[in-house]
Antibody, heavy 116, light 107 residues
């Protein structure tokens, strides 16, 4: 059974940093691109970026809206996906999800609140 | 970026009704559109991929169609468990983009 479980959310001050994690199980992690998506309360989801699979060199692509502030990485020995978020702003407040490449499986989400 | 214009933003239906949601892309997306259902406090659940392919476990009352820039998603015989928000997603181009959503409510 495919499972994705995010962790690491919480309250952070504007200008601060936070790293989210996503633990993957139930599939061959290295075979899949992995996405991060966020969703502010009451709004539509927004794709943040993905990291490619082993066959494609684990390279990354980002939404221009977060490029330069957010970094996606993965630890293939631990089946873990990460989202490093820097210089956080109030508008980054949202529920953050990891999802497999084709958006077929999603984690349950983790809440990030950026506020002083 | 490809803009996905989803309509209507909200929809009121009676049990047993047929409802249709549309998404218009700002350019041809070559049928690379998926549809999601989201209930409060839950992650989106994929129902349909590549315009019209039902994902395993999706009831047959859900359907999708379209081509080029114009796509639609329908629920025939709305059931109480279908009350949720629905989103389209284009995955033809980067960045991936979602429609603004449709909230389905019971009349």
């Amino acid at each position: 059974e495919v499972k994705l479980l995010e962790s690491g959310g919480g309250l952070v001050q504007p200008g601060g940093s936070m790293r989210l994690s996503c633990a993957a199980s139930g599939f061959t992690f290295t075979d899949f691109y992995m996405n991060w998506i966020r969703q502010p309360a009451g709004k539509a989801p927004e794709w943040l970026g993905f990291i490619r699979n082993k066959a494609n060199g684990y390279t990354t692509e980002y939404n221009p809206s977060v490029k330069g502030r957010f970094t996606i990485s993965r630890d293939n020995t631990q089946n873990m996906l990460y989202l490093q978020m820097n210089t956080l702003r109030a508008e980054d407040t949202a529920t953050y999800y990891c999802a497999r490449f084709s958006f077929d499986y999603w984690g349950q989400g983790v809440m990030v609140t950026v506020s002083s | 970026d490809i803009q996905m214009t989803q309509s209507p933003p909200s929809l009121s239906a009676s049990l047993g009704d047929k409802v249709t949601i549309t998404c218009q892309a700002s350019q041809n997306i070559n049928k690379y559109i998926a549809w999601y259902q989201q209930k409060p406090g839950k992650a989106p659940r994929q129902l349909i991929r590549y315009t019209s392919t039902l994902v395993s476990g999706t009831p047959s009352r859900f359907s999708g169609s379209g081509s080029g820039r114009d796509y639609s998603f329908s629920i025939s015989n709305v059931e109480s468990e279908d009350i949720a928000s629905y989103y389209c997603l284009q995955y033809d181009n980067l960045p991936r983009t979602f429609g603004g959503g449709t909230k389905l409510e019971l009349k």
